[in-house]
């Protein structure tokens, strides 16, 4: 089974950016987040739905 979520380091690097990008990106509203317990994880739709508006984005320019 494929992950759902993952942790936020893992997110970051799946698409490419620092950790402090990676939050600004979920503060921002980019990535969708959710705690189990203190642990923060990282929507891996939100990880995808970020990447395709990226590559959209991209084609339009």
Do not use: W
Not at 23 to 39: P, S, V
Request: aromatic share 6%.
């Amino acid at each position: 089974m494929e992950p759902l979520a993952l942790a936020p380091k893992d997110a970051f690097a799946a698409i490419g950016v620092g950790v402090t990008k990676g939050y600004e990106l979920i503060n921002a509203g980019e990535l969708q987040t959710f705690k189990i317990g203190r642990a923060t994880r990282v929507t891996t739709d939100s990880v995808r739905a970020y990447v395709a508006r990226c590559v959209e984005q991209r084609e339009a320019a």
